[in-house]
């Protein structure tokens, strides 16, 4: 239901349906949700099979949550696709043979019980509740109290989450910036992107995608406990299962957790793992999408927290610093390595990678010494003094190359607000507070010194300017 089937995959056994699903589904991709025939006609399954109607609305039920919802477009009975999609239940012989066809899929997760109070409905048995299409406009309106408004977007572009394989990187930073409206709980949006942070470390390390959950107990737990919202219980139960409704989250082991499979322990049994989704982690390995990604990240939930021991304690350390974790304390060259960054970890000066100086002096002679951002020309006593800047650091983790087009020409101050992250500069050569996006100035440009947008962005994803 959530990924979608190609109907081109199914072709075989679509049989009567395939005009009626080619309607309903123009761009190839249907989602459907089969359910058994029933044996008995009386109990709440047989009744909603029965009851059901196109534009009805169901819920998606689990563990006491609503996880999604999404509009029936079509209702079917077919054996044959259902054996296709499905297979056949082992036990009972039986298929999945009535199917929805479902559309404004969303996912989301709010408590079950407080709506089903006001519908005035008893809880689901099953894993599915059913609202009639005149409660609907009612039932919307106590959905959307409880959680910030979810765009419902067309089935073709995805619903809430981007079809397995085609995640592309606005995708991905559009998945980020929203974890609030996968759940509305301020501790668990905090869980959630220190989760994606750590998930992030584990990539660069080269540790692998999907970790069981006894992983995260030793690894997570204590970075929750430092870096978590004020709170005296730490559960890792929500991030390593619930997750899954940003869309980059998957969790691969159990089938269906069942109510004997909620504790982690029983997870670490079941073999359980969880873990960033591989699209999602395809994209994070490239240099420009992860710098965005964590900037995003940083920026976007954790305005109060130390974010550069936060980043050292997820094995981002190079990430809150725009040369890296060892290019930062290297300057001038004549000023000695006299720096005001603060609490920067002083590298060995053998592990720094060479500069060119050469490079350096003429991007300042070009600019004959003054800030691009400032105009500031800093007079010394026989002459003046500016700093080489580069872009896109040159040192892990940023790898950028020691180039002209990589370079500025900044006063100290600037330099040093540049290289920690305070300012950016946006597309169209504004520079940035970070903090508020408030405009500084325009950068000052010089016709013989063409500067690489691409180094530009990069820098401007570390700041999280990139939305
Ligand atoms: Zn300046």
């Known amino acids: 239901m959530r990924k979608g089937i190609r109907l081109s995959d199914y072709e075989h056994a679509i049989g009567e349906h395939a005009v009626e699903l080619k309607r309903i589904f123009p761009d190839g991709v249907a ?143 559009r998945a980020l910036g929203t974890l609030d409206a996968v759940t509305p709980d301020e501790r668990r949006i905090r869980q959630a992107s220190l989760t994606l942070l750590w998930a992030i470390g584990r990539l660069m390390s080269g540790q692998s995608r999907l970790a069981p959950s006894n992983v995260y107990q030793t690894q997570l737990e204590p970075i929750m406990q430092e870096f978590g919202s004020p709170s005296p219980s730490v559960s890792l139960e929500y991030p390593f299962r619930h997750l899954r409704g940003s869309g980059l989250w998957e969790v691969v082991g159990t089938k269906r957790p069942g109510p004997d499979q909620l504790s982690l322990a029983a997870s670490v049994e079941s073999g359980t793992h969880a873990g960033l989704r591989r699209d999602a982690a395809r994209l994070l390995r490239q240099p420009l999408a992860r710098a965005e990604a964590i900037g995003l990240l940083c920026t976007t939930y954790f305005p109060d927290v130390n974010q550069e021991e936060l980043l050292d304690r997820v094995g981002l350390g190079g990430y809150a610093h725009a040369s890296g974790a060892d290019g930062g304390a290297e300057r001038d060259g004549r000023g000695g390595s006299v720096s005001a960054l603060p609490k920067r970890r002083r590298q060995v000066t053998a592990s720094r990678p060479d500069r060119d100086q050469q490079l350096a002096h003429r991007v300042k002679l070009l600019h004959l010494h003054q800030c691009q951002v400032c105009g500031l020309r800093l007079e010394t006593r026989f002459s003046h003094y500016s700093e080489a800047a580069h872009i896109r650091g040159l040192g892990n983790p940023h790898d950028g190359p020691d180039e002209l087009c990589n370079l500025l020409c900044l006063c100290p101050n600037h330099h040093v607000q540049f290289d920690t992250l305070a300012i950016y500069i946006d597309e169209q050569w504004n520079v940035r507070s970070s903090k508020d996006g408030a405009s500084i100035g325009r950068l000052r440009r010089h016709p013989e010194h063409d500067i690489e947008a691409q180094y530009v962005e990069y820098h401007r994803g570390l700041c999280g300017g990139n939305r």
Request: hydrophobic letters at 45%; charged letters at 25%.
């Open 31 to 173: 989602r459907l949700w089969g359910s058994t025939p029933t044996q008995q006609t009386g109990n709440a399954k047989a009744v909603a099979l029965r009851d059901r109607k196109v534009g009805d609305e169901v819920l998606f039920y689990a563990q006491n949550m609503f996880i999604a919802r999404a509009r029936i477009l079509g209702l079917l009975h077919n054996p044959d696709l259902a054996t296709a999609v499905w297979g056949v239940d082992e036990e009972t012989r039986t298929t999945w043979e009535h199917i929805m066809a479902l559309g404004d899929v969303v996912e989301f997760e709010v408590a079950a019980e407080p709506i089903l109070t006001a519908l005035a409905m008893t809880p689901p048995l099953r894993s599915l509740t059913l609202v009639r299409a005149a409660e609907r406009r009612r039932h919307l309106g106590l959905l959307d109290g409880r959680m910030p408004t979810v765009e419902a977007r067309p089935s073709g572009e995805g619903g809430a989450v981007a079809p397995p394989g085609r995640m592309r990187r606005e995708d991905l930073l």
